[in-house]
């Protein structure tokens, strides 16, 4: 098992910045891929920005050019550093990892989610 600790959340005005930040934990073997999701009530959970392990990046086109996603492979751990935040980018924030674990013999690869942080953009 993973275990995802998500910080960083909190209240910002509009144009304000925020990092949060997402540590990894557990029986991992190799994390292939870790990410930011948020959602707000009533809608879909969606991909802000995500990093492989080849350093690949994806970002949505709605956060371009504010957001910065880094990752340090070594601490399992991954970054969102989150400037000229909009009203709009109220949401809870979820940490992904696409990780493969070995255990008592036992292999696996799954998807794991954070709890989530609460981002509120507001004057």
């Known amino acids: 098992q993973v275990q995802l600790v998500e910080s960083g959340g909190g209240l910002v005005q509009p144009g304000g910045s925020l990092r949060l930040s997402c540590a990894a934990s557990g029986s991992i073997f190799r994390i292939n891929a870790m990410g930011w999701y948020r959602q707000t009530p009533g809608k879909e959970r969606e991909l802000v920005a995500a990093?492989?392990?080849?350093?690949?990046?994806n970002y949505a086109d709605s956060v371009k050019g504010r957001f910065t996603i880094s990752r340090d492979i070594a601490k399992n751990t991954v970054l969102l550093q989150m400037n000229s935040l909009k009203p709009e980018d109220t949401a809870v924030y979820y940490c992904?990892?696409?990780?493969?674990?070995?255990?008592?013999?036992?292999?696996?690869?799954?998807?794991?989610w954070g709890q989530g942080t609460q981002v509120t953009v507001s004057s």
């Open positions: 990093i492989t392990s080849d350093g690949s990046i």
């Open positions: 992904n990892a696409d990780a493969e674990t070995y255990a008592s013999g036992i292999y696996d690869r799954s998807n794991y």
